[in-house]
C-alpha cells in the first residue's frame, strides 16, 4: 500500500535516498525507464525523481571523480546534532558534518562500527518521501553486515531497540554481507525498490544496461534481485 507523508518522520526511520552519479542524464535514462520517474531540477547538477508527482528520491553528479557511485539511505533525525554525538558515542563515525541544505533541511553523513555509511536528514521545507512501499518507490533498507551482532547493538541502542527487536520497523533489516557478495566485500546498505514482478525487473534492469548481482531469491521480507544501474550503483528491487 502507498503511504503518504505530509510532515516528518520518527527518529530512525528512513526517510529519504539519494545517489550520486558520474552521469545524471544517464540516470535519468536508466530509472525513468524502469520505474517510471519524471525529472525536475533540484539544483547544480541533481534532479528530484518523481512519480505520480511525489518525491521518491534524488539524483546528483558526483563532486568529485573518486567518489563512489552509490545510493545512500537516510535516517529521520529530528534533532540531527544530538542524534550525531550518539552515534560517536556508540561507536560509529561522522563521515560528514551537518550541513544545512539550503531551506530543505540539514544532512549529515555517518557510518557504523562495521563500515556501513549511512545518512541522516532533518527535515525543514523537504519532509522526506513523498510516497513509499508503492511500486517504483523505496520500500526496504537492508544493512548487509559483517557483524550481526555489533550491527544489533549498534542500531537497537541507537534507535531505543525499535529496530531490531519486537515490533521492529517495517522497513529497515540486516543480513550477512555474504548472503548477496563476495566474502571480503565492506558492510553497506542497499536501497530496495518496490516492483509488482521482480523476474521482469530484473530484466529490464539488462535491457536498460545495468547488471544483475544476484537473481531473485526468497527473504523473509520478500522477492528480492539485487542489481546495478548502468553506472554501477548497487540498489535491488522487492517484490512483496
Not at 155 to 166: E, P, Q, S, V
Not at 215 to 234: I, L, W
Request: aromatic share 12%; glycine share 12%; charged share 15%.
Amino acid at each position: 500500500m502507498a503511504e503518504n507523508r505530509a510532515s516528518g518522520y520518527a527518529e530512525g526511520v528512513p526517510c529519504w535516498v539519494d545517489v550520486q552519479l558520474s552521469d545524471v542524464e544517464a540516470g535519468k535514462r536508466f530509472y525513468g525507464g524502469l520505474f517510471g520517474w519524471t525529472f525536475e531540477d533540484a539544483g547544480p547538477q541533481a534532479v528530484w525523481a518523481r512519480l505520480g508527482g511525489a518525491a521518491v528520491a534524488r539524483l546528483a553528479r558526483k563532486r568529485d571523480g573518486r567518489m563512489p557511485t552509490v545510493w545512500t539511505v537516510y535516517f529521520a533525525a529530528p534533532d540531527i546534532r544530538d542524534l550525531a554525538r550518539r552515534i560517536v558515542a556508540a561507536g560509529g563515525q561522522i563521515v560528514n558534518d551537518p550541513v544545512p541544505v539550503r531551506d530543505l533541511g540539514t544532512a549529515a553523513l555517518a557510518a557504523d562500527p562495521t563500515g556501513a555509511v549511512f545518512g541522516l536528514w532533518q527535515a525543514a521545507a523537504h519532509p522526506g518521501f513523498g510516497v513509499r512501499h508503492a511500486p517504483g518507490t523505496f520500500t526496504w533498507a537492508q544493512l548487509y553486515t559483517n557483524d550481526i551482532e555489533a550491527a544489533n547493538t549498534f542500531y537497537g541502542g541507537l534507535f531505543t531497540g525499535a529496530l531490531f527487536g519486537a515490533g521492529a520497523a517495517p522497513d529497515f533489516g540486516r543480513a550477512p554481507v555474504t548472503e548477496v557478495f563476495a566474502a571480503g566485500m565492506p558492510s553497506q546498505f542497499v536501497v530496495h525498490f518496490r516492483t509488482g514482478d521482480v523476474a521482469a525487473a530484473a530484466v529490464a534492469v539488462r535491457q536498460l544496461g545495468g547488471r544483475v548481482q544476484t537473481p531473485p531469491f526468497e527473504t523473509s521480507y520478500g522477492k528480492v534481485a539485487v542489481v546495478t544501474d548502468n553506472q554501477g550503483a548497487f540498489f535491488a528491487l522487492l517484490e512483496r
